[in-house]
């Protein structure tokens, strides 16, 4: 990863519902854009219609010729439309030696296949959906991860603080309804967890 650049984008929206769900539906169209590594939506703690996007690229020509993507494209037309103001944006590399990270001591896998009528497009919105509405809101959470196998197999992968908090954010997958809509498109669940040593 050394040589990254870091794209931080500090912006309001007008209804922060209606830009929860349009950000949660643009992550499969980043992870198309060339040169993407890493992509962290955040909300501001006490006004949630003030957003960061922290987004690694892994250049600087990588992440401006996808910032034309962003505003030109129809996939993310929806997105745009929610933005109400952008306040600064900005393009940064770290120092020699700089480094952040955090320690992700639990660990959920959680292997399924999806129903015979639901797409993998469908369950990959729904997945986003759930962890942007609120997975990724839950102490402890670390990351997430929608992973696709051959033969129809997929993963749910989740990064947490400790197993024990893992196992209690993955326990509200049926305690919230847009969690609960993506588990209804899918079966032969199988969740194990560990820790990290």
Not at 10 to 15: E, F, G, I, N, Q
Not at 65 to 91: L, P
Not at 142 to 160: H, K, M, T
Request: charged fraction near 20%.
């Amino acid at each position: 990863m050394n040589g990254s650049i870091y794209e931080i984008v500090l912006y309001s929206v007008a209804d922060p519902a209606a830009g929860d769900e349009a950000r949660a539906g643009i992550g499969r169209h980043l992870q198309a854009l060339p040169g993407l590594r890493g992509y962290l939506p955040l909300v501001d703690a006490e006004n949630p219609a003030k957003r960061a996007d922290l987004v690694q690229w892994a250049s600087l020509d990588a992440a401006k010729d996808a910032a034309k993507v962003v505003q030109t494209h129809q996939n993310f037309t929806s997105f745009m439309s929610t933005i109400a103001s952008v306040e600064a944006m900005g393009h940064f590399q770290g120092q020699a030696g700089a480094a952040i990270g955090v320690s992700a001591g639990g660990i959920e896998v959680g292997f399924f296949r999806l129903k015979p009528d639901v797409s993998e497009a469908q369950a990959r919105a729904a997945h986003a959906k759930a962890i942007e509405s609120h997975l990724s809101r839950q102490p402890g959470w670390i990351a997430e991860y929608f992973v696709r196998f051959d033969e129809g197999l997929y993963l749910d992968l989740l990064l947490a603080e400790s197993r024990p908090r893992a196992e209690a954010i993955c326990r509200l997958w049926y305690d919230h309804p847009d969690c609960r809509a993506f588990v209804a498109l899918v079966q032969d669940v199988d969740m194990k967890f560990g820790q990290a040593i």
